[in-house]
């Protein structure tokens, strides 16, 4: 693979005086996937931070949504935001994994990050993904994934079966055009990635989820019993009646709570459910309880340190 890099010394929000910023692709001539926005400190480094954005979303668009790439990164972490696949192609060969498989060695190596010192985490569907990584390389014996220290996610959805039906709700109740436009586009895919609804292909929804409650000890977030894991959530049910008509059962909520339930029930005490009650707002000001802003970079990187 040949490299083409694009070295920034400033960030949209101005002059960056403790790091500076590159993009790079990791595929000759193909600047619309396999790429990542890495921020590197200009001070020692402690640690790799990768964060997976949300379905749809590009890496630079990451950098209005929280300040955390750009604190993480002046607090000494090397922070890789990738995209690592076209999002609106359906990617039914896991491409999206083998990609992250390789990109993390590759960048461990090229920056010099210190052994086990590696944390990885997303928004929404990136933290899905976030999860699932973490789960098959403690899953594994073999060593074939690094594996992360800690890893976390900001308002994830964890069980796609509950994700099915939650789009299928959504549908039906017709409410809200926003919604509903996104959960047909969201179903079709399903059925062409999983091969159909959960009533028909319940194994394979119990195998990409990354916290199945039906599955024994919750299906694969089992293997994360060890390590440290944080799932934040604005659990705004006002929000949601108001906006979509919802109700607990289809929120991201419910599946927060129950995996960070069961992680302790498995022993992990360093499982932490984040209340961020209130505290979502999109990067145009609009009150919005699945916004990355939910987290709290300052008090987030605390917690990272320590876990290091």
């Avoid at 976030?130 to 976390?152: D, N, T």
């Avoid at 293997?223 to 440290?228: C, S, V």
Wanted: a positive charge; aromatic letters at 12%; glycine letters at 6%.
């Amino acid at each position: 693979m040949r490299y083409i890099c694009m070295v920034c010394l400033c960030l949209m929000y101005g002059a960056l005086s403790a790091q500076t910023m590159e993009t790079i692709y990791r595929t000759s001539k193909d600047t619309t996937q396999n790429y990542y926005l890495v921020l590197k400190p200009l001070v020692p480094v402690k640690g790799l931070l990768v964060i997976l954005p949300g379905f749809g979303t590009i890496p630079k668009e990451v950098l209005q949504e929280t300040k955390l790439p750009e604190k993480a990164a002046k607090a000494g972490f090397v922070v890789v935001i990738p995209l690592l696949v076209d999002y609106f192609v359906v990617d039914t060969t896991n491409l999206f994994e083998k990609r992250l498989a390789t990109l993390i060695p590759e960048v461990v190596k090229k920056y010099a990050i210190p052994i086990n010192a590696f944390i990885i985490g997303g928004h929404s569907l990136g933290g899905h993904q976030a999860l699932r990584y973490a789960e098959k390389a403690y899953e594994s014996k073999l060593g074939v994934l690094i594996r992360p220290k800690s890893v976390f996610g900001v308002d994830p959805p964890l069980n796609m079966k509950r994700l099915w039906n939650s789009f299928a709700y959504n549908v039906r109740i017709n409410f809200s055009k926003v919604s509903v436009e996104e959960s047909k586009f969201m179903l079709q895919r399903f059925q062409v990635l999983y091969g159909g609804s959960p009533s028909q292909k319940p194994v394979v929804y119990e195998s990409v989820s990354s916290y199945y409650p039906e599955a024994p000890d919750g299906g694969n977030i089992c293997y994360l019993k060890d390590i440290p894991v944080r799932l934040y959530c604005d659990p705004d049910i006002n929000w949601v009646i108001a906006n979509r008509r919802g109700s607990y059962e289809y929120m991201n909520a419910s599946d927060l709570s129950g995996c960070i339930s069961q992680l302790k029930n498995l022993g992990n005490n360093k499982a932490e459910f984040i209340n961020c009650l209130g505290k979502g707002y999109l990067p145009d000001g609009r009150r919005h309880p699945h916004a990355f802003s939910i987290l709290d970079p300052d008090e987030f990187i605390e917690w990272a340190i320590q876990c290091l």
